[in-house]
C-alpha cells in the first residue's frame, strides 16, 4: 500500500536514542504496545511523556468518537506530512480492520462525499487549526457550532488536533526513522498478529469520565485553557504536561517562554502572547522589551541560546520536514541533548496549544 | 452411498469456494495495484503543478479538491511585495547567442528563487527578467519584511557568486535592481474559468515595481519603502534617498537603500 507521504523528503535520524526502561514499560502499560519512538525523547522524559499521557485516545474523549478522533490523526499528521505519525495511524487504521483500499481513500480525500456530515465539518475545522492557524480554524470553528457541535465536543476536537500537531513536530522535528512504520501493513509477520494487535492496542483504549476540575498555577500562562478543560479528563492531562515542561531543567523557563511567545506572535494567537508577555514580565523583562524582541526576534538583552531558540521556534509554525529536519540539526552543536530535546517539545507543545488556545479561550463560556 | 454423495458435494463446493477465494484474491491484488499507481500518478502530478504555482497553493488545491475553487475566497491581506529586474538585459539579449542566453537567464532565475524561497517567500511570476515574489501571502508572517530585505540581501551574495562563474566562462555579468514594499491587498486565486492564478492585487505591487525602477535613478540595487523600514530592527543599515516623483503615485517616494545587515551576534563576534 503506497503511502501519500512516501514522496516526502525525510533526512535520516540523528537523534540520539536512549535506552530507559522505566519510560519504555510506561509506555508499554499506556499504549499496550512497545513504542520505540520513546527512546528518542528521553533525554527530556517530560516530551517522552507529553506524547503519551495527552495522546486522545487514552480515557481523555468524552464526547467525540475515537473513530473521528483516529481521522482527525491522519489528516492533520497529512496537513504537516509526517511520515511517521501518518504511518503510524495507518497501521492503528488497518488493525482495526479498515481495507486498505478504504484508507488510501481518506487519504485521497476520495472519501469525503461517503464520510457524515459532521464528520466532515470535523476534518475541515482539524485542517484549518493545523494548516492555517486561528485565522482559518475561527470559520471552521463556527461551522462546527452551528451544525450542531457542542462547545465541550468541540474543545475534545481542538485538543485532538493539538495533540497530532504536537506528535507530527516531536517526530518530524527529530527525523524519527518512519520506514518500519510505513512497512507494517505490509510485513507478513504483521499481517498474521493483525487480530491480536488489534485486540491489544483495543483493550489500552477507553472513554474518558468526569473528573474534578485542576487548579494550575495562576502565574503561568494557559491556566485559563486549563480551566476551560474543567470536568475533562482533558484538564488534569494538559496541565500536568504544561507543568512538567515549565519544571524541566534544561532549558531556562525564560528561554521557554520566548519560544511560545514567538509562536503565538507567528501564528498569530493574540490572547497567548498577552499571558506570555506577563510571565516574561515576571522573568524581569518589560512588555515594550518583550514586545520588541518577539518584532525583531532578536536583542541585546537575549543570551545566545535564547537567540538560537527564538529562531528555531519561527521555523516550526509552517514547515516542509527535511527543511525542519536540517534546522533542528543545526542547533546539535550549539544544545546538549537534553537540551536538543527539551527544545523540540517545548517547539511542539507550543505548536498545539497555542493554535487551540487561539480558538478555544476565545469561545464565549 | 449417500454419505460419498454427501462428501462430494461438500468438497466440489469448498473446491468451488476456493477457486471464488483465489479470484477474488487476484482481483483484490489487481486493484490495490491499480490504486498504487493511481496514488504515484496523483504524487507525480502534485510534483508537476508544484512548478507551476506555489507549493502551499497546490497542497491546499489538492486538499479542498479542485471542484472548490470558487469557494476559496480571496481574503484582504498585508503582503510584502519584492520585484527584482536584471538591469541592462535588453542590450545583453540582443548580444548573446539565445541557447546562451537562456542558460544565463535560467542561472539567475534558479539562484533569486533559491534566495527567496529560503527566506519564506515565494515567487508569483517570472515577468521577462523580472521576478515579482510575496511575502507573507500564504501564510500569516509578521516578520515578513524583514525576511524580504534578508531575501534581497541574499540574492545580491548570491548574483555576486553567480558573476564569477560568468567572468570565468567568458559571459557578461548581470546586475540587478531590486525595490521592495509592504502595504494591503488583496491575495488569493484570481482569474477566469479557464486559467487561475494565486495573486496580489493592490498598489503595493505597483509600488514595489516603481521604487525597483528608481535603483537606476539612485544608483543602488535594493530600495524599499518607509513602509518596509519601519518593520526592520537596527541591525539593517539603510542610506534615506531623495524622494521622487513616480508614475501613478500622488506623493513623492521615499526610498531607503540597503547596505548590509549587522547582527549582534556578527558584532559581538567583530568586537
Request: aromatic share 6%; proline share 5%; hydrophobic share 50%.
Amino acid at each position: 500500500m503506497t503511502s501519500a507521504l512516501a514522496h516526502v523528503a525525510w533526512e535520516p535520524c540523528f537523534a540520539e536514542a536512549r535506552q530507559d526502561r522505566e519510560l519504555e514499560a510506561y509506555a508499554r502499560r499506556r499504549m499496550g504496545l512497545p513504542n520505540a519512538a520513546v527512546r528518542y525523547f528521553a533525554a527530556a522524559p517530560w516530551v517522552a511523556r507529553a506524547a503519551i499521557d495527552i495522546h486522545p485516545e487514552f480515557g481523555l474523549l468524552m464526547h467525540l468518537e475515537q473513530g473521528t478522533a483516529d481521522l482527525i490523526g491522519l489528516v492533520v499528521s497529512q496537513e504537516n506530512a509526517c511520515r511517521f505519525c501518518f504511518a503510524a495511524v495507518r497501521a492503528v487504521l488497518w488493525f482495526q480492520g479498515m481495507d486498505r483500499a478504504r484508507v488510501q481513500r481518506i487519504e485521497q480525500e476520495a472519501a469525503r462525499p461517503d464520510l457524515p456530515p459532521l464528520v466532515r465539518l470535523t476534518l475541515d475545522y482539524a485542517r484549518s487549526q493545523s494548516r492555517s492557524g486561528p485565522a482559518g480554524a475561527r470559520q471552521a470553528w463556527t461551522a462546527l457550532r452551528a451544525a450542531g457541535v457542542s462547545a465541550a465536543e468541540a474543545r475534545e476536537i481542538a485538543f485532538t488536533v493539538a495533540t497530532a500537531d504536537l506528535a507530527n513536530r516531536l517526530h518530524t522535528a527529530l527525523a524519527i526513522p518512519p520506514r518500519m512504520m510505513e512497512r507494517a501493513p505490509e510485513s507478513l509477520a504483521m499481517r498474521l498478529l493483525r487480530p491480536l494487535l488489534d485486540r491489544m492496542t483495543r483493550s489500552h483504549r477507553w472513554r474518558g469520565s468526569p473528573t474534578t476540575a485542576v487548579a494550575p498555577a495562576p502565574d503561568l500562562p494557559y491556566a485559563r485553557l486549563v480551566s476551560a478543560y474543567a470536568g475533562s479528563p482533558i484538564g488534569p492531562a494538559l496541565a500536568r504536561t504544561i507543568d512538567e515542561m515549565w519544571a524541566s531543567p534544561h532549558l531556562s523557563r525564560r528561554a521557554k517562554l520566548l519560544m511560545f511567545g514567538v509562536v503565538s506572535r507567528g501564528l498569530p494567537c493574540d490572547v497567548c502572547e498577552l499571558e506570555i508577555t506577563r510571565a516574561l514580565q515576571l522573568e524581569g523583562l518589560d512588555a515594550p522589551g518583550v514586545a520588541r524582541l518577539l518584532t525583531h526576534l532578536d536583542g541585546p538583552e537575549l543570551e545566545p541560546t535564547e537567540r538560537l531558540l527564538m529562531a528555531y521556534a519561527r521555523e516550526t509554525l509552517w514547515y516542509q520536514p527535511a527543511a525542519l529536519q536540517r534546522h533542528t540539526r543545526a542547533l546539535q552543536p550549539h544544545l546538549s541533548t537534553e537540551q536538543l530535546v527539551e527544545a523540540v517539545g517545548v517547539a511542539a507543545l507550543a505548536n498545539g496549544v497555542c493554535r487551540m488556545a487561539a480558538v478555544v479561550m476565545t469561545e464565549p463560556a | 452411498m449417500i454419505a460419498w454423495a454427501l462428501a462430494l458435494a461438500l468438497s466440489a463446493a469448498a473446491a468451488a469456494l476456493l477457486v471464488a477465494w483465489l479470484q477474488q484474491r487476484a482481483r483484490n491484488a489487481d486493484l490495490e495495484r491499480q490504486i498504487d499507481a493511481a496514488t504515484e500518478e496523483l504524487q507525480r502530478l502534485q510534483q508537476a503543478c508544484a512548478r507551476l504555482a506555489p507549493a502551499g497553493v497546490v497542497n491546499r488545491l489538492v486538499a479542498d479538491g479542485v471542484s472548490e475553487l470558487g469557494e476559496m475566497p480571496a481574503q484582504r491581506k498585508v503582503v510584502t511585495a519584492l520585484f527584482v529586474d536584471l538591469v541592462g538585459y535588453t542590450a545583453m539579449s540582443e548580444r548573446l547567442d539565445p541557447a546562451l542566453l537562456a542558460r544565463v537567464l535560467n542561472g539567475y532565475f534558479q539562484r533569486m528563487s533559491d534566495a527567496i524561497h529560503e527566506h519564506r517567500g515565494h515567487v508569483s511570476t517570472f515577468l521577462g527578467d523580472g521576478i515579482l515574489a510575496y511575502f507573507g501571502a500564504l501564510q500569516p508572517n509578521p516578520w515578513q519584511s524583514a525576511d524580504a530585505v534578508r531575501a534581497a540581501l541574499a540574492m545580491r551574495a548570491a548574483l555576486a557568486d553567480y558573476n564569477r562563474e560568468l567572468e570565468r566562462e567568458g559571459l557578461p555579468t548581470l546586475k540587478i535592481g531590486v525595490g521592495v514594499h509592504r502595504g494591503s491587498g488583496l491575495a488569493g486565486l484570481i482569474g477566469s474559468r479557464e486559467r487561475m492564478e494565486y495573486g496580489f492585487v493592490g498598489r503595493t505591487v505597483n509600488l514595489a515595481a516603481r521604487v525597483q525602477a528608481l535603483t537606476r535613478v539612485h544608483g543602488v540595487d535594493i530600495l524599499v519603502t518607509d513602509a518596509v523600514r519601519s518593520e526592520l530592527d537596527s541591525s539593517f543599515r539603510l542610506d534615506a534617498m531623495p524622494a521622487e516623483w513616480v508614475k501613478g503615485i500622488a506623493e513623492p517616494v521615499v526610498s531607503h537603500a540597503v547596505r548590509e545587515r549587522v547582527t549582534l551576534a556578527d558584532a559581538a563576534r567583530a568586537a
